[in-house]
């Protein structure tokens, strides 16, 4: 028989872990994650991840992910890969709308995409930058995601901001810290610029291509604004759950320091 190499992982060792790292109950927590970062032997699988969190947060507590959906894009701006300008308009007319239930995510992960099919999960209205919650505060974090500006001042970020929540880190960087865009919406910096997006969307219960306003949100330098915050601040607790590497962090606190930071320092 072949020797089984680490630990196995469990929702009772997973939940010990996220306590160990400062997860409360109660607490509004985003998360980012990488499930492989875990280790190779998580009984349940992403699942146990997501019951393991929401057992730590309790009823009091919310668990929010997000669900992008970047292939419900102009594919003028498509460039991993890119298209032919010669099919751009059929996909503008023929791509299906956006549908909380049926869309597919990209880039974001298995755990944000099994969670969001998890029963009492709830999906933002928005065709791109959709966010998932569950528990107490579900309904104030995804309702009223309006369609300009997605991470701005009427997104989820902003309501858990207003939550006074953290950012959960799981085996991934600052990079990916999407509470940054929010930063990004808030502060004045040089070469800040509003751009025309577009998605297809069910209006009146018609599918139509909207066009709407947006910014050029840019995440380039999002893990130096984190490296700095860190040494600045002293504010992320660092610990592991599992084997990954994890971050826990107050959004507030890093997104008022964020805006300071690209108003100083973006070029």
Do not use: C
């Not at 032997?41 to 992008?68: D, F, K, N, Q, Y």
């Not at 309904?139 to 309006?146: A, C, F, L, N, V």
């Not at 997006?197 to 893990?223: K, T």
């Amino acid at each position: 028989m072949e020797e089984v190499q680490g630990n196995l992982i469990t929702v009772e060792t997973l939940a010990a872990d996220f306590r160990r790292l400062g997860v409360q109950a109660g607490m509004t927590l985003l998360l980012h994650s990488s499930f492989k970062s875990l280790g190779q032997w998580v009984a349940g699988g992403p699942v146990a991840v997501i019951l393991a969190l929401e057992e730590v947060l309790g009823a009091e507590g919310t668990l929010v992910m997000p669900t992008h959906s970047s292939d419900l894009t102009d594919p003028a701006g498509w460039s991993n890969p890119p298209v032919p300008e010669a099919w751009w308009q059929t996909i503008r007319e023929q791509m299906p709308a956006y549908d909380p239930d049926m869309t597919l995510l990209r880039g974001m992960g298995v755990i944000p995409d099994t969670f969001r099919k998890q029963q009492g999960v709830r999906r933002s209205s928005h065709p791109v930058h959709s966010f998932a919650a569950w528990g107490k505060h579900r309904d104030k974090i995804t309702s009223g995601h309006e369609l300009e500006f997605a991470l701005g001042e009427q997104s989820p970020l902003a309501r858990i901001y207003d939550l006074n929540g953290s950012v959960l880190l799981l085996g991934v960087n600052s990079l990916n810290n999407t509470s940054l865009h929010l930063a990004e919406y808030r502060a004045d910096y040089a070469g800040k610029q509003a751009v025309t997006a577009g998605a297809p969307m069910l209006v009146g219960g018609a599918r139509e291509w909207v066009q709407f306003r947006d910014l050029n949100w840019n995440s380039d330098d999002f893990a130096e604004i984190g490296e700095d915050f860190d040494r600045e601040t002293g504010r992320i607790t660092h610990g592991n759950v599992a084997a990954s590497e994890a971050q826990l962090i107050p959004q507030r606190e890093i997104v008022d320091y964020a805006a300071g930071w690209l108003a100083r320092k973006r070029k």
